[in-house]
């Protein structure tokens, strides 16, 4: 009886040594968080740590760190410690996939990092090899969260952003200006340009017109539309088709202007209120 209540009395103590480590990381965390909102970054990840090694089953604590890490980094700079920032980062992230493989805030956190991280490389070659990284955690950042219209956007801009330079340095070669009209002239690049771009450009039609599904007014969404078929019409096959984008483009804009306006309109006056 005696070795029972032993037990049982070791048992408590543990569980009361548990909860107590439970309310020193809830410490840590709110800790954390106030330095964090005050920018005071590298006290956050200390805290952030704390809170995490006391309560391992804490991914806020792990989400915290993770993005105090991120909110460090700086796109383009190339120190080790900058780098570290990163890493340590996509680290924290990746460890909370690991137990919630997913959780959209770190699923979307890893697409966002990776897409800062390209916007930082001169080449391009490596650009899209980063933009493919971004694209591929926003993919599946959309089957864990089918309704997030930034997830379809982010991936709409990425599939522009990967076909955009590329034609344009084809403009560039075959000494055509920006304003110049389309299609591209020399139908050999043309016809190679068109076979490189089309897949991402069709993505990107769809990827957007399903943020649009999700939200009507996005307006963002309709300006990259506008964009993207720009980057359509550049290499179409007929004038005629070249025509047809181009005039979608520009309801692509009309309508982006007007939902910006209807948002304006709906927008507090900003005047003075009195309570009644």
């Not at 956050?44 to 309560?55: I, M, R, T």
């Not at 039609?205 to 996005?218: G, H, S, V």
Request: with cysteine.
């Amino acid at each position: 009886m005696k070795k029972t209540l032993s037990v049982l009395g070791l048992a408590l103590l543990v569980l009361a040594g548990t909860g107590c480590d439970k309310l020193k990381s809830r410490d840590q965390l709110n800790k954390g968080i106030a330095a964090y909102k005050n920018a005071k970054y590298a006290d956050a990840v200390e805290f952030f740590k704390n809170s995490s090694q006391l309560d391992s089953s804490n991914m806020n604590s792990r989400l915290y760190l993770a993005t105090a890490y991120m909110s460090q980094y700086i796109p383009g700079a190339d120190s080790p410690e900058n780098i570290q920032f990163a890493k340590a980062a996509k680290d924290e992230f990746q460890d909370v996939l690991s137990h919630e493989p997913n959780n959209s805030i770190a699923l979307a956190s890893l697409a966002s990092l990776a897409y800062q991280e390209a916007q930082g490389v001169p080449e391009l070659e490596k650009k899209f090899q980063k933009l493919d990284e971004a694209k591929a955690w926003y993919k599946k950042l959309v089957i864990a969260d089918p309704q997030n219209k930034e997830a379809f956007y982010s991936l709409g801009v990425i599939d522009w952003a990967e076909t955009y330079p590329v034609r344009m340095q084809d403009r560039v070669t075959l000494k055509m200006k920006p304003e110049d009209p389309g299609p591209i002239k020399d139908k050999k690049i043309r016809d190679e340009l068109r076979a490189r771009n089309l897949p991402m450009i069709e993505d990107g039609i769809t990827n957007l017109k399903k943020a649009l599904e999700i939200d009507p007014n996005y307006d963002d969404a309709m300006s990259y539309l506008n964009l993207i078929y720009r980057e359509r019409a550049d290499i179409a096959e007929t004038p005629e088709d070249y025509k047809k984008d181009i005039d979608t483009a520009e309801q692509w804009v009309q309508k982006s202007l007007d939902t910006k306006k209807m948002k304006a309109a709906k927008q507090p006056s900003g005047g003075l209120t009195t309570e009644k």
